[in-house]
């Protein structure tokens, strides 16, 4: 394998090598990796803007990367290599590079294979010097790449560096390595931690603009939450079941954008990511996502509006909701519970094939008992949920092709930018998928908005038919025993099958 496409390789998978526990990136006893002629060690790699201030304090407006007690351990062959009266005994090289500079570290002679480590040859043509790491000045910045040197003293085992700061100065997606040329200090290790800050906080770059989106997320939900409920209040005696479902999503919503709030608020003022609430965060959006898709498929199979229960579909229901919320969850746990780089790249599409997969499963299913539910709606000349159904339809179909063009554009921009250099914009990448959740919500309260008139809707007995499993063998390949009802629709005193009957037959004279 080529050593360049080799190097870009690492560079991709680097932060999956690294420990991190926030934007504060910490390392324990971690071992440099053999990459070409040298040892490396991912430090990590965040979008950071450039400095507003240079002046300290709190909220200074600086951003910066910092390495604090920094320490390397290496061999005791290595250390017992040299006396103790020598003066340099190893150079381990930090690196701080933007990943338009990429191309400015290491360098290639006669047109051979690239390295990172300056060898004779390469001294003689670029006047580098040997055993230590090829840097060229930057066209932009002749100061940059950043290349800091630690040395080992004698025939010590360990070595510190000195507390450093790096400012930035300029807009970039920045790369830090740890980096060792000579060969005897394979098997060297370190431990220590550093500081990555933005101008306005320890949020990475690309997770910056998402604390504001989530501010007017909650915004959002709280003004839906407040024309939901004072319609859901004033006609509380003629709320549906599937009205209670809504209200049930739509809190889980609410509940779920304050978590994101509070965990990148928390993030952002410590730099620290705690496991216990980025997972509850995590979790709650998972539940809100599956019983967001369970209530569109319920609603699809016209459940409490065509048919009282599911019947021997509620336990493949059950089940095909149990199977996306593991996915969801292992998906989101994986992508975000101690996740700090803003690397993601390729390396996610694969994560997400499973939710993908199980997402284009329940569309085929919706629009398939879609499709049956307005065919028997048709057939019964029930005008007024004909008309509330194929509305229902119209908003699925454009949150479908909505969704597919978006899942096109995000594989584009991802394949299109493995090194995360448009990194300032990946946000709405993760902002689309919430609004256009919400976008959808909105549709159905408004189509099923508590009114005096909820009843109509309804199931009742003059509609009811009975259901095969057709559609749910065609789908699943398999048949359930049993008539296990997902929830029975309760009806006051036959109240409902009158006035729906009264419906009925003033739809018919108007047809």
């Known amino acids: 394998m080529d050593l360049e496409y080799r190097i870009s390789i690492f560079l991709l998978l680097s932060t999956a090598l690294t420990t991190t526990n926030a934007s504060i990136h910490i390392y324990k006893t971690q071992l440099f990796n053999e990459v070409g002629n040298a040892y490396l060690l991912p430090g990590g790699s965040e979008g950071l803007a450039a400095s507003l201030s240079s002046e300290k304090s709190i909220s200074d407006g600086r951003s910066f990367i910092r390495f604090e007690n920094i320490t390397f351990l290496r061999t005791?062959?290595?250390?017992?290599?040299?006396?103790?009266?020598?003066?340099?005994?190893?150079?381990?090289?930090?690196?701080?590079?933007?990943?338009?500079?990429?191309?400015?570290?290491?360098?290639?002679?006669?047109?051979g294979q690239r390295s990172i480590c300056c060898t004779p040859?390469?001294?003689?043509?670029?006047?580098?010097?040997?055993?230590?790491?090829?840097?060229?000045?930057s066209a932009t910045d002749s100061n940059w790449p950043i290349v800091l040197n630690i040395h080992f003293g004698g025939n010590y085992l360990s070595t510190s560096m000195d507390k450093t700061e790096v400012p930035i100065t300029n807009?970039?997606?920045?790369?830090?390595?740890?980096?060792?040329?000579?060969?005897?200090?394979?098997?060297?290790?370190?431990?220590?931690?550093?500081?990555?800050?933005?101008?306005?906080?320890?949020l990475p770059g690309r997770m910056a603009p998402l604390l504001k989106f989530y501010v007017y997320m909650t915004i959002a939900y709280l003004l839906l939450s407040a024309i939901w409920f004072s319609q859901y209040v004033?006609?509380?005696?003629d709320i549906l079941l599937l009205q209670h479902c809504i209200t049930a999503v739509i809190g889980l919503g609410l509940f779920e954008m304050i978590l994101w709030y509070l965990d990148y608020s928390n993030f952002n003022s410590s730099g620290m990511r705690p496991v216990v609430l980025t997972s509850w965060v995590v979790t709650v959006g998972a539940i809100r996502k599956t019983l967001a898709r369970l209530l569109i498929l319920s609603?699809?199979?016209?459940?409490?509006?065509?048919?009282?229960?599911?019947?021997?579909?509620?336990?493949?229901?059950?089940?095909?909701?149990?199977?996306?919320?593991?996915?969801?969850?292992?998906?989101?746990?994986?992508?975000?519970?101690?996740?700090?780089?803003?690397?993601?790249g390729r390396a996610r599409l694969f994560l997400v094939l499973p939710d993908a997969f199980l997402d284009a499963f329940l569309i085929l299913w919706i629009f398939t008992s879609l499709s049956k539910t307005l065919e028997q709606l048709q057939v019964k000349r029930t005008s007024a949920k004909l008309d509330l159904y194929r509305k229902f339809s119209n908003a699925?179909?454009?949150?479908?092709?909505?969704?597919?063009?978006?899942?096109?554009f995000e594989v584009y921009f991802k394949a299109t930018d493995p090194f995360n250099e448009r990194w300032q914009s990946a946000w709405i990448i993760t902002a689309f998928w919430d609004i256009l959740s919400f976008a959808l919500l909105c549709v159905i309260c408004y189509l099923w908005a508590p009114s005096q008139s909820s009843q109509r809707y309804a199931y009742s007995g003059d509609v009811a038919e009975e259901f095969d499993d057709e559609e749910a063998q065609s789908l699943t390949k398999g048949q359930s025993n049993g008539d296990v009802s997902l929830v029975k629709q309760e009806r006051n005193n036959g109240n409902v099958d009158v006035s729906d009957h009264e419906d009925g037959g003033e739809e018919d004279k108007r047809e």
């Not at 040859?121 to 000045?137: F, H, N, T």
């Not at 997606?173 to 060297?188: E, H, S, V």
């Not at 336990?315 to 969801?328: I, P």
């Open 234 to 237: 004033r006609f509380w005696k």
């Open 396 to 408: 699925l179909a454009v949150a479908v092709i909505a969704s597919v063009g978006w899942i096109t």
């Open 299 to 344: 609603v699809s199979m016209g459940y409490g509006v065509v048919r009282p229960t599911l019947g021997g579909l509620t336990s493949k229901v059950l089940l095909l909701g149990a199977t996306y919320f593991l996915a969801s969850e292992l998906l989101d746990i994986t992508e975000y519970v101690g996740t700090i780089n803003d690397v993601s």
């Open 171 to 202: 807009t970039g997606m920045y790369n830090l390595f740890f980096i060792a040329c000579d060969p005897k200090l394979k098997g060297t290790t370190m431990s220590g931690k550093t500081v990555w800050k933005n101008p306005d906080g320890y």
């Open 76 to 111: 005791q062959a290595a250390a017992d290599g040299h006396s103790d009266e020598e003066h340099s005994t190893g150079l381990i090289q930090a690196v701080i590079f933007e990943a338009a500079d990429r191309n400015n570290i290491g360098g290639s002679a006669y047109g």
């Open 121 to 137: 040859d390469l001294a003689k043509l670029e006047g580098c010097k040997q055993g230590e790491v090829i840097r060229i000045p």
